[in-house]
């Protein structure tokens, strides 16, 4: 028997559509509805359809490339979160293309825009901090690009998210200070409007009030960035603090190493006097002196996580709610920066 | 006066060459030679060539975006290097496409074949440790498509280079602890093949010789990798020698905290019993008690310097010798983890 070809006229008779509709849908026009490109996709795909060469290069879209959007790659955090993705990705020969919006909501715009123009297949994104409006992320979304976000949340754009539970993970390191004997928790808290430095600080809140300490907003300073010369001042104008704090939990390792050096500076006892905590378990915290206690998180099956979602919605024939939200919970490491219970 | 609109005819006719081959050029077809299509773009941009649409799409190739490709992104010393790419291309309008090759050549070779497929305007590349044929990295300047290499050598492929005098920092860094009274100083080397390591390696012993100390192999230890990790075994090693070294020169901060770490358990004191440098004065390297010393690198220079580097050659009508190979020093600081002299 001779091998049937499959034509567009096969896809189009199935889903009872016209050519001229397979055929702009095949080609992503923009009058075509997200949905109709996704059955008729999925249709060709199904029919095994063999687009001629120059249909194909419209038709396969498919680039096998992969955007990740981070805040910044500097950081272990979200090194080891790409790291995830890769192990996901590149042994289905999907190449990684890492962009960083340095916390810029017009440089992430731009991002995105030049992401569709190279035609990525879908985008792995960890919103910047100053980003409150997500339209392109929308419009990707609706060009039937998937989008999904991990780490830091998108208030108002729906996808498929996998985040983590600062909220939980500040809670806990807060709560064990104080059930460790401390009764002067500060906080050195992340920029503002960052989703992540709200539900620490939440968590922070909260643990204070479960135990009963008055919450005082004077202990708490909020960092511009997250460098260890961006610690320091808010580090100190907390020290200057009368009473002065028995205690800084910090919004990462590398503000809590700051907080640690004005503390020693001090001539203050680590724990002893103060003690100190911070969130993400950098490789080299262990290594300090004494060796930091923090907030693990999860960040390698963050990026395998997210990353299988996304080779999931990129299979999916549509890109519709309900969409999923995962949420790891981390884990606190104490260690000699902070006392034992 | 009308305006006059510049056509294919009046470049064919500047240039003395056929109308086809100026199509040809414009349309990068790969039987018009590299030298050819730079003149013909030269030429068609000084008389202000407005192709038509369809035209420009094949002509204008550029698509703004750069590709960058990293062994990895984990480390400061490459989140600094690709900031000062940024700092210079992002206000140009260029996009960045990071790309980490993992010390992979297979990985490599597929984000340069990726990166011609999304038409790259030009590529910043520091290449993979296994890497040591440069077909991949030919194949793209052939193509007119501008490659400047930075930080590790790519030996026997010729481009505009901007290194680190590896050599001289090692150089310096053991000269100047035997200065300080060490005897038997140690190399935590880096990974066989890369260029980092064998010029490091070269200036350890040139330091040695210079000061009559005799070269013993037993006082060098390969890491596998760089992270915290990679560093524990060799530095074990090493301190299990006798007699044992009295000075440790790793091949980065990172690989130097591990042996920090080893040394101390080892209850050994930093520096009056072993002396420890690094190289690459990570940002946290100086909170590490003691605090580390280390060999600087101009990181953010190196950035700033090879990203104008490949402006020029995106603007020059050729990518033929001579090139330009700058050669940053660095330099050593000297903290609490070694010896004053």
Redesign the interface.
């Known amino acids: 028997m001779e091998k049937k070809i499959t034509t567009l006229k096969d896809i189009a008779k199935e889903l009872k559509v016209s050519i001229a509709t397979v055929s702009r849908a095949l080609q992503n026009k923009a009058e075509i509805s997200v949905q109709t490109k996704r059955r008729v996709k999925a249709m060709a795909r199904k029919l095994n359809y063999q687009p001629n060469l120059l249909a194909q290069s419209l038709l396969n879209k498919r680039?096998?490339?992969i955007g990740v959007v981070v805040p910044?790659?500097?950081s272990?955090f979200f090194?080891?979160i790409?790291m995830g993705f890769?192990d996901v990705l590149?042994p289905l020969n999907y190449?990684?293309?890492?962009?960083?919006s340095?916390e810029s909501y017009k440089?992430e715009v731009?991002?995105f825009e030049?992401l569709l123009?190279?035609?990525v297949d879908g985008i792995l994104v960890s919103p910047s901090s100053a980003t409150t409006k997500f339209d392109h992320f929308l419009n990707l979304q609706k060009k039937g690009i998937p989008v999904v976000v991990f780490d830091r949340d998108s208030l108002g754009f729906e996808t498929d998210k996998v985040l983590v539970d600062d909220y939980m993970g500040a809670f806990q390191a807060v709560d064990y200070l104080i059930q460790s004997g401390c009764k002067r928790v500060a906080h050195l808290a992340g920029p503002h409007k960052l989703s992540t430095t709200k539900h620490r600080l939440e968590g922070y809140v909260d643990a204070l009030k479960k135990n009963n300490i008055p919450y005082d907003e004077a202990y708490i300073e909020h960092v511009k960035g997250f460098?260890?010369d961006d610690g320091l001042k808010p580090a100190k104008n907390l020290m200057k603090l009368n009473p002065q704090p028995d205690a800084i939990f910090a919004i990462n390792d590398?503000i809590a190493?700051?907080a640690?050096?004005v503390v020693k500076k001090l001539n203050l006892h680590i724990p002893d006097q103060v003690s100190i905590v911070g969130f993400d378990d950098e490789?080299?915290s262990k290594?300090?002196?004494p060796a930091l206690s923090t907030v693990w998180q999860p960040v390698y099956s963050i990026g395998i996580l997210a990353a299988k979602i996304l080779l999931k919605q990129l299979q999916a024939e549509t890109l519709e709610p309900p969409f999923r939200k995962e949420i790891f919970t981390p884990e606190l490491l104490i260690r000699a920066s902070s006392k034992k219970i």
Do not use: G, W
Request: charged residues 20%.
């Open positions: 680039t096998n490339t910044e790659i500097k272990h090194a080891s790409i890769k590149r190449n990684l293309m890492v962009c960083q340095e440089d731009k991002i030049n123009r190279v035609q460098s260890h590398c190493i700051s640690m050096h490789p080299h290594y300090f002196t």
